[in-house]
């Protein structure tokens, strides 16, 4: 059982940046942020295996967003800049054995962290 936390959300205007973290009890092969917004579907943000040369991202966020981890440290972070109000969502992280970009293919969740962009 790997337990994730998140933490990082808060309120930004567009334009800025934030940047999320997750701490992971245990160590998985796979990472990933998701995000859902209000009456919408939790939809795939960023995922990467150990390695930083494995980085994959959903269209709506390649070239603002980075995800990177340290894996001596069991943390996952996401970097967002030049955040759009569209990017107002809860944020989620993930932790499995396979590196996907579905939801379906995470074991492990975290409570979420809230980010709101005004505009």
């Known amino acids: 059982q790997v337990q994730l936390v998140e933490s990082g959300g808060g309120l930004v205007q567009a334009g800025g940046s934030l940047r999320l973290s997750c701490v992971a009890s245990?160590?998985?092969?796979?990472m990933a942020w998701f995000r859902q917004a209000p009456g919408k579907e939790r939809e795939f943000v960023a995922v990467?295996?150990?390695?930083?040369?494995?980085?994959y991202y959903a269209g709506s966020v390649k070239g603002r967003f980075t995800i990177s981890r340290d894996n001596g440290k069991n943390t996952l972070y996401l970097q967002m800049n030049s955040l759009k109000p569209e990017d107002t969502a809860v944020y989620y992280c993930?932790?499995?054995?396979?590196?996907?970009?579905?939801?379906?293919?995470?074991?492990?969740w975290g409570q979420g962290t809230q980010v709101t962009v005004s505009s």
């Open positions: 990467m295996g150990r390695s930083a040369d494995s980085p």
């Open positions: 993930a932790a499995g054995d396979v590196m996907v970009p579905t939801a379906t293919g995470f074991t492990y």
């Open positions: 245990g160590s998985t092969y796979a």
